[in-house]
């Protein structure tokens, strides 16, 4: 667990990583400080553990990038910043929120099973539901992302688009 509260996205990826705009590659410097520093250790794993208010700070889509590219598939917590909690969705990491107690409790258990379908998350100390949108499941349970969605809807939007040109008619335009 990384038994931390108001962690911002400068302390997930500091800033002097910036400079690339591809997802991967950004895992090495996931808490560059805090592991350069000793501060804290980390293992890979499906899940992190940490506090509340995960995430607060500057809106960078790189924080969710490093996360997911070090291996986290989900992130458990008390709460998120918002922003930080939208970029986490638009990617497929996944942000669960629950009770302080059942994080702990996670972190204690060293292991978690977190079911998309059904909003659960089953750890030693039972099994806690968790709320998320219909369509961030959606996306999350079938791997999409913006482009995604959009190419699920690429029939009715081909349909719409042949509609407007039938119904155009002839351009006429006053010199």
Avoid at 87 to 94: A, S, T
Wanted: aromatic fraction near 10%; include cysteine; charged fraction near 25%.
């Amino acid at each position: 667990m990384l038994d931390r509260a108001d962690v911002d996205t400068d302390q997930i990826i500091p800033k002097q990583f910036l400079k690339r705009i591809e997802r991967t590659g950004f895992g090495e410097f996931l808490f560059y400080d805090w592991i350069r520093d000793g501060e804290i250790e980390l293992e890979p794993n499906p899940i992190l553990v940490t506090g509340r208010n995960f995430g607060c700070g500057s809106s960078r889509e790189h924080a969710p990038w490093a996360l997911q590219d070090f291996g986290f598939e989900a992130i458990v917590a008390p709460s998120f910043a918002d922003i930080f909690y939208a970029n986490c969705m638009k990617i497929g990491l996944l942000p669960v929120i629950l009770e302080e107690q059942h994080c702990r409790g996670v972190a204690e258990a060293g292991e978690a099973r977190i079911d998309v379908d059904d909003q659960t998350v089953d750890y030693a100390g039972g099994v806690v539901k968790f709320e998320i949108d219909e369509q961030v499941k959606h996306r999350l349970l079938h791997g999409l992302d913006d482009i995604g969605i959009t190419l699920q809807n690429s029939g009715p939007i081909d349909e719409f688009e042949s509609a407007g040109k039938a119904d155009a008619g002839p351009v006429t335009t006053a010199l």
